[in-house]
């Protein structure tokens, strides 16, 4: 093995110097293990919700979200209405912007969707 050269603090320890050709195969390691771990640390911390390309393309083009999680669970205005309890021109009326609806309408169509109530909302809700 190549010379590595040790520097001591109070007796230990503290730092390796080591030749460059092995450093340069070592922090390939290293930077793959910090990867792995904080990857790690984000799937333990998350909440097992992902929202799916297809739904985040669909609402960057512009679509309201309930439109977009619509067109993703295949559902026809009338099927999420009914599946909602609200009536179709309702459920249109929200996801043409000309009707903000009220929060128990959007718990009742986040559970027809099954989707959390937070990802029907779209930013301009959001601030009013």
């Keep these: 093995m190549k010379h590595i050269q040790f520097i001591e603090q109070n007796g230990h320890a503290a ?6 050709d092995i450093w340069n195969r070592v922090s390939k390691l290293v930077e793959d293990a ?7 640390e984000a ?7 992902r929202i799916p390309a297809a ?5 960057l083009a512009g679509d ?3 439109k977009a999680w619509r067109m993703y669970r295949r559902l026809t205005i009338d ?4 599946a909602a309890g ?6 249109s009326q929200i996801e043409n912007g000309k009707r903000k609806g009220g929060s128990d309408v ?13 990802a029907l909302i779209d930013g301009d809700e959001a601030k009013s």
Excluded: M
């Design 79 to 82: 099927a999420l209405a009914e």
């Design 64 to 66: 309201h979200p309930v």
């Design 34 to 40: 910090e990867d792995i771990a904080a990857f790690d």
């Design 55 to 59: 739904v985040l393309d669909a609402e």
């Design 15 to 20: 730092f390796a110097v080591v030749p460059i």
């Design 106 to 118: 959007f718990e009742r169509l986040a559970t027809a969707l099954d989707v959390p109530v937070d």
């Design 43 to 49: 799937v333990q911390d998350a909440d097992d919700f």
């Design 86 to 91: 609200v009536s179709k021109p309702y459920v």
